[in-house]
């Protein structure tokens, strides 16, 4: 049960390794891109092109899927981003439970968002754990955990690609021990770690804030890139950033205005005193592509002086 891009290559290792696969339950057909067209799910391209039955249930919530669950008769279920909660009665169904391969180090990143929080948060390590699933959101027992490092200028895309690669060794392993019988459950109440929560990212998490540290803001830049890319405006236009740098600091401005623009990029002051300063260096303009922040300057999009988010 999995849907994105990071669910793939869990899905990759179980075909890779003869395992048998009785099917696998994605989310439905998004509409996607300027044309709105209809798009399947990651999972069910790569499932679909070896074979592999798909269903796509609209919802969880009202019990029509428990007969197909027991048509299918699944010893064990892998679940890893597929993005719907799953009731009780699929839950306890398979003789050997439901394993979740969470983007996190449990117990820390709970819920929707674990991989974009860490970056947002400025985390330089997170880790993929294999769980057993309770009723709970991310609360079941820990079976194996893996660290993985995250570079000070990753972005989303990159650390989410290399975060299923992570995963898809840690559910072979976790398939491993399970039958050889030494899979060891360590509940989450016994880590000296806190319970923290990663939730869905929002519209609203997405707007820079230019009163805010400029290591902040290049942590959000990162956090939201490739999507859904943190925000902000320019001469009253919308303007998504896709990269940036911290510079360091200089004269006390308005937060929010642009202290140079030029072919190196368009550098912000930030931080309540108007003294750090964020390098813009990839931007999307509103209605068009992606390009660098010195194609923007020299299309006369902002100017130094200009103030960025008024």
Do not use: W
Request: net charge neutral.
């Amino acid at each position: 049960m999995g849907t994105p891009e990071f669910a793939v290559e869990p899905l990759r290792a179980l075909y890779a390794s003869g395992e048998e696969i009785a099917a696998v339950v994605t989310q439905t057909d998004k509409p996607s891109g300027r044309g709105h067209r209809m798009t399947p799910p990651p999972v069910k391209v790569y499932a679909e092109a070896r074979g592999i039955p798909v269903y796509q249930p609209a919802t969880l919530r009202d019990g029509s899927f428990q007969p197909v669950i027991e048509e299918l008769a699944p010893e064990l279920v892998v679940v890893s981003a597929y993005g719907k909660i799953l009731p009780h009665g699929i839950i306890a169904y398979p003789k050997y439970g439901c394993i979740n391969i969470h983007g996190s180090l449990l117990p820390e990143y709970r819920g929707a968002a674990p991989i974009q929080r860490a970056l947002i948060d400025g985390r330089r390590t997170t880790g993929i754990t294999s769980m057993l699933m309770d009723d709970g959101l991310d609360t079941g027992d820990m079976l194996i955990r893996h660290e993985v490092p995250i570079g000070p200028d990753e972005d989303f895309g990159s650390l989410c690609a290399r975060m299923a690669e992570a995963g898809a060794r840690v559910v072979i392993e976790t398939l491993e021990a399970l039958k050889a019988g030494t899979l060891k459950r360590t509940p989450q109440s016994e880590s000296d770690i806190a319970p923290t929560y990663a939730p869905k990212i929002v519209k609203e998490d997405c707007v820079i804030d230019f009163s805010l540290p400029a290591q902040k803001l290049h942590d959000l830049i990162r956090g939201l890139s490739p999507s859904p890319l943190a925000r902000t405006s320019a001469r009253g236009r919308l303007l998504k950033v896709v990269s940036s740098a911290v510079t360091g600091d200089g004269e006390p401005v308005k937060p929010g205005t642009a202290v140079s623009a030029g072919g190196d990029g368009i550098t912000v002051a930030c931080g309540s005193g108007g003294n750090g300063r964020l390098r813009l260096l990839s931007v999307i303009p509103e209605g068009r592509g992606c390009m660098s922040a010195a194609d923007f300057v020299r299309g006369r999009g902002v100017s130094e002086g200009d103030v960025l988010g008024q």
